[in-house]
Every structure is written in structure tokens, then in C-alpha cells.
């Protein structure tokens, strides 16, 4: 199985810009489709970005598109998630996670692995 620890959360500025990082160990990362997810309290898991094994595919929620970027570097076993033009409805708990699938997935339920999560609070 692959362990996975998220970081780089925080509290920003509306307008603002943070990079949420997800390191990788256990498994060979690069087997595993990976995404991001976000949840606020009472809500269900919401997904936000997913890319495949190589990066050739990416895959946005509507709501962050045009925004927030996922990539990932297989050769630090590390995955990322640039956000800019941060609004106070993306405050939330962050998590990625793996599968290990060829096909990326928007569903929670399509995927194995998760990290502990890390928080992003944005201001107005």
C-alpha cells in the first residue's frame, strides 16, 4: 500500500495563493491516479482535481477550474495542488489520495488510499 502525508495548508487572503503538497512512500508511486479532495463539517468529501499515472490527464472540479492546478513529480514521489484566486468557499480540509487504477476517478469512493489532510482557511 502507499502512505501519503498532505502539507503546505494554512490561512490566506481571499485573492491569495497557496500550494498544498502530498508526499508519497510505500509503494511505487507512480502506479497510482491520484487527486484531491476537500470536506468542511457536515458535508460530504467533495472532489476537486484528479491526474493520471504519467500526467498526461488532469481532471478539474468546475468550481476550482481555471484556478487550481494538480501535478505531480514521480520522480520525488510527490503530487501538488497550486491554488490561486482563493475564495472564502474554498476554506476547507484538503486530502489527497491514491488508486491504483490507469483511469483517474471523481468519486471518493474510487479511491484506496488517503492522506490525514491539511487545512486551508481563506479570509474575505
Known amino acids: 500500500q502507499v502512505q501519503l502525508v498532505e502539507s503546505g495548508g494554512g490561512l490566506v487572503q481571499a485573492g491569495g495563493s497557496l500550494r498544498l503538497s502530498c508526499a508519497a512512500s510505500?509503494?511505487?508511486?507512480?502506479?497510482?491516479?491520484m487527486g484531491w479532495f476537500r470536506q468542511t463539517p457536515g458535508k460530504e468529501r467533495e472532489f476537486v482535481a484528479a491526474?493520471?499515472?504519467?500526467?498526461?490527464?488532469?481532471y478539474y472540479a468546475d468550481s476550482v477550474k481555471g484556478r487550481f492546478t494538480i501535478s505531480r513529480d514521480n520522480a520525488k514521489n510527490m503530487l501538488y495542488l497550486q491554488m490561486n484566486s482563493l475564495k472564502p468557499e474554498d476554506t476547507a480540509v484538503y486530502y489527497c489520495?491514491?488508486?491504483?487504477?490507469?483511469?483517474?476517478?471523481?468519486?471518493?469512493?474510487?479511491?484506496?488510499?488517503w492522506g490525514q489532510g491539511t487545512q486551508v482557511t481563506v479570509s474575505s
Open positions: 489520495a491514491a488508486r491504483q487504477w490507469v483511469n483517474i476517478a471523481t468519486s471518493p469512493k474510487e479511491y484506496s488510499y
Open positions: 510505500g509503494r511505487t508511486f507512480s502506479n497510482y491516479a
Open positions: 491526474i493520471s499515472r504519467s500526467a498526461s490527464t488532469t
